[in-house]
């Protein structure tokens, strides 16, 4: 059961109970029928819990190809929707680590999107996440929504965010997932076409191919910049639960980076216990979006050497 069909279910019990309600007990016949559809809604609601059930995605078009609530174009629909399914699944790939610069997305069969229907308003598509390999939905967030979730957001910020907010998605997605986000972008500006998305009860919508045009500029790769630079100096404090750090850095003082801990990292606190306040050489990768401030993650702990080095 998805959580629309939950949703949709849950108003027709209230709308049963409420017929049954006007009906006196004694009108045993007139109250059969009703009562025989609340019990059987009644007990496919049973032991479903509503944090568990999958939402499904909308993604529609406006634009060129499409043609109001009727129809949209073949060809476009077909290589947009690939490339929205690309994205997500290599997003849901580089939250699990695997994911490569170049080559084959990893399970891109287990994240890819399934097509389940039309949406209309404009026109496009329902989309949902596939079952596991037993039938079952997943029992927690799965990394298709939770990449379906930074996509939203990451597709709204480019749009309408500061190069900052952009630079704390992009810090969260993989590199060549940001690019299968501008190029899914670049397509649809291309034809003239603009897109939403809807998901768990948020919506985003582009309000022209121009503006989609700025969400591509945004999320090329001449405007997001990486890299690996190495400081000495010394930690100042690690939060294991936010999973953040502070730097002091010994050849400019008064200079403090904040960043963010790496997903490699199993135990944070372990900078504390080992480094906190001593001496270090610490490699730190860097993003930077347009004109936004720089932002520091540390990857591994083979990161972190004792010892300032040559200054």
Same mark, same amino acid.
């Given at each position: 059961?998805?959580?629309?069909e939950?949703i949709?279910?849950?108003?027709?019990?209230?709308?049963?109970e409420?017929?049954l309600?006007?009906i006196?007990e004694?009108?045993?016949?007139?109250?059969?029928?009703?009562t025989?559809r *609340?019990?059987?809604?009644?007990? +496919?609601? /049973?032991g479903?819990?509503? !944090?568990?059930? =999958?939402?499904?995605a909308?993604?529609t078009?406006?634009g060129k190809?499409?043609?109001?609530?009727?129809?949209?174009?073949?060809d476009?629909a077909?290589?947009?929707?690939?490339?929205f399914?690309?994205a997500?699944?290599a997003?849901?790939?580089?939250?699990s680590e695997?994911l490569?610069?170049m080559?084959?997305i990893p399970?891109?069969?287990?994240n890819?999107?399934?097509?389940t229907g039309?949406?209309?308003?404009?026109?496009?598509?329902e989309?949902?996440i596939?079952p596991?390999e037993?039938?079952?939905?997943?029992?927690?967030e799965?990394r298709?929504?939770?990449?379906?979730t930074? *996509?939203?957001?990451?597709?709204r +910020?480019? /749009?309408e965010g500061s190069? !900052?907010?952009? =630079?704390e998605?992009?810090?969260?997605?993989?590199?060549?997932a940001v690019?299968k986000v501008?190029?899914?972008?670049?397509?649809?500006?291309?034809q003239?076409?603009?897109?939403a998305?809807e998901?768990k009860?948020?919506?985003?919508?582009?309000?022209?191919?121009?503006?989609?045009?700025?969400s591509v500029?945004?999320l090329?790769?001449?405007?997001?910049h990486?890299?690996?630079?190495?400081f000495?100096?010394?930690f100042?404090?690690?939060?294991?639960a936010?999973?953040?750090f502070?730097?002091?850095?010994a050849?400019q003082p008064?200079?403090?980076?904040?960043?963010?801990i790496?997903?490699?990292?199993?135990?944070?606190d372990?900078?504390?216990?080992e480094?906190?306040?001593?001496?270090?050489?610490a490699s730190?990768h860097v993003?930077?979006?347009?004109?936004?401030?720089?932002?520091?993650m540390?990857?591994?702990l083979d990161d972190?050497?004792?010892?300032l080095?040559?200054?």
């Amino acid at each position: 059961m998805t959580y629309d069909e939950y949703i949709a279910l849950c108003s027709e019990i209230k709308e049963l109970e409420a017929l049954l309600a006007e009906i006196p007990e004694e009108n045993v016949i007139d109250r059969m029928g009703l009562t025989a559809r *609340l019990e059987s809604a009644q007990s +496919l609601m /049973a032991g479903t819990a509503l !944090d568990r059930l =999958a939402h499904k995605a909308r993604l529609t078009f406006r634009g060129k190809p499409v043609y109001g609530s009727h129809g949209i174009a073949a060809d476009f629909a077909a290589k947009a929707a690939s490339a929205f399914t690309d994205a997500v699944a290599a997003a849901a790939a580089g939250f699990s680590e695997t994911l490569q610069y170049m080559g084959p997305i990893p399970d891109k069969q287990k994240n890819q999107l399934l097509i389940t229907g039309t949406a209309i308003g404009s026109f496009g598509f329902e989309l949902e996440i596939p079952p596991q390999e037993d039938g079952e939905l997943f029992t927690e967030e799965s990394r298709t929504e939770a990449a379906l979730t930074k *996509l939203q957001d990451l597709l709204r +910020l480019s /749009a309408e965010g500061s190069d !900052d907010e952009v =630079a704390e998605i992009v810090e969260d997605i993989h590199p060549r997932a940001v690019k299968k986000v501008a190029d899914f972008l670049d397509y649809v500006a291309q034809q003239d076409a603009s897109c939403a998305v809807e998901f768990k009860e948020r919506f985003f919508r582009f309000a022209d191919p121009e503006q989609v045009q700025k969400s591509v500029t945004r999320l090329r790769e001449d405007n997001i910049h990486e890299d690996d630079n190495t400081f000495p100096g010394e930690f100042q404090g690690v939060l294991p639960a936010s999973r953040t750090f502070e730097f002091k850095v010994a050849t400019q003082p008064g200079t403090v980076l904040r960043g963010k801990i790496g997903p490699e990292i199993a135990d944070p606190d372990h900078i504390n216990r080992e480094f906190l306040h001593h001496p270090v050489r610490a490699s730190f990768h860097v993003i930077q979006v347009g004109q936004g401030r720089p932002r520091y993650m540390l990857m591994k702990l083979d990161d972190i050497s004792r010892g300032l080095g040559e200054l």
